[in-house]
């Protein structure tokens, strides 16, 4: 089974700061590769499909990008809104999720 | 406005089972599929398996193999999760998430969780 390593697993940024998350796939995947956003005690929320795709809503300071096994999640200027956990997932035929990083403010 | 409406929370004792429904509205149904993903308390997300809504095709994620059964009545747009042989590591919120019809992808929408404990 393909595994997906998320790094870091936390990260303290102050406000304003640009952010950026890895994800890597143990195998080639090529673009099957989402982003979620999940706040304490709620649902998660899609932010990026296709490996760069924005999803309708998304604020436009989020972007993803990477394409086989190596993903970024970017948050070019951190908002306090931002803090939650952040995971990616393979998708196509079997999804698989990374641990999850989790974004803090600083 | 699409809606995916989960059961209420469950409380199992191990070896038992569970069925969690997830009702949607505001799509047509049977033009996409469901996931269906597990949060355990304090930990990550995790991948438990897909079934089109379309012609009923299933995918199950290995370590569930032989304890998961989903399935889908198109008539009332309701999708269902089955877990049996339950045990204390199986107590986690439950999540529904459409996707694509055709094969697991990524979910645009969620249900808002249904907790499952196991417990003695």
């Known amino acids: 089974d393909i595994q997906m390593t998320q790094s870091p697993p936390s990260l303290s940024a102050s406000v304003g700061d640009r952010v950026t998350i890895t994800c890597r796939a143990s195998?080639?995947?090529?673009?099957?590769l989402a982003w979620y956003q999940q706040k304490p005690g709620k649902v998660p929320r899609l932010l990026i499909y296709?490996?760069?795709t924005l999803q309708s809503g998304v604020p436009s300071r989020f972007s993803g990008s990477g394409s086989g096994t190596e993903f970024t999640l970017t948050i070019s200027s951190l908002q306090p809104e931002d803090v939650a956990t952040y995971y990616c997932q393979k998708y196509n035929s079997v999804s698989v999720f990374g641990q999850g990083t989790k974004v803090e403010i600083k | 406005q699409v809606q995916l409406v989960q059961s209420g929370a469950e409380v199992r004792k191990p070896g038992a089972s569970v069925n969690v429904s997830c009702k949607a509205s505001g799509y047509t149904f049977n033009t996409y599929g469901i996931n269906w993903v597990r949060q355990a308390p304090g930990q990550g997300l995790e991948w438990m398996g897909w079934i089109s809504a379309y012609n009923g095709n299933t995918n199950y994620a290995q370590k569930l193999q032989g304890r998961v059964t989903m399935s889908t009545d198109t008539s009332t747009g309701t999708a269902y999760m089955e877990v049996r042989s339950l045990r204390s590591d199986d107590t986690a919120v439950y999540y529904c998430?459409?996707?694509?019809?055709?094969?697991?992808?990524?979910?645009?929408?969620w249900g808002q969780g249904t907790l499952v404990t196991v417990s003695s």
């Open positions: 195998q080639g995947i090529s673009n099957y």
């Open positions: 296709a490996a760069y």
């Open positions: 998430a459409r996707t694509n019809y055709y094969s697991s992808g990524s979910s645009d929408y």
